[in-house]
Nanobody, 131 residues
Framework: QVQLVESGGGSVESGGSLRLSCAAS??????????LGWFRQAPGKEREGVAG???????SYADSVKGRFTISRDNAKSTLYLQMNSLQPADTAMYYC???????????????????????WGQGTQVTVAS
């Protein structure tokens, strides 16, 4: 089974930047065959998709983060990243990475932002943006 560990969260001022990382470990066939995603959950709200990346590098973003966040992956390091710029207080949440083996599957950009598309989840890293 693949285990996911997020890091890079913290507290920043509005307008600041953070880079989240999600390292995969454990037994998995091929990291490059996984679809990967970042989700976030603020207190009292549902967990929502922030960004996703398919095995072929196709990306998808929530409207609220387009132009500010960038998702990327390093298959050689089995690591997923989320570069977050121009952070706003509304971005304050626990951020989770997720993975799902999707080799051979047709993946739509919409599906990369859906919780139901992913079975493996990390424990989360807190991001707090002060106004």
């Amino acid at each position: 089974q693949v285990q996911l560990v997020e890091s890079g969260g913290g507290s920043v001022e509005s307008g600041g930047s953070l880079r989240l990382s999600c390292a995969a470990s454990g037994y998995f066939y091929s990291y490059s065959s996984y679809c990967l995603g970042w989700f976030r959950q603020a207190p009292g709200k549902e967990r929502e998709g922030v960004a996703g990346i398919a095995r072929d590098g196709v990306t998808s973003y929530a409207d609220s983060v387009k132009g500010r966040f960038t998702i990327s992956r390093d298959n050689a390091k089995s690591t997923l990243y989320l570069q977050m710029n121009s952070l706003q207080p509304a971005d304050t949440a626990m951020y989770y990475c997720a993975a799902q083996y999707c080799s051979g599957a047709t993946v739509s950009p919409w599906s990369l932002l859906q919780r139901a598309s992913f079975r493996r989840w990390g424990q989360g890293t807190q991001v707090t943006v002060a106004s």
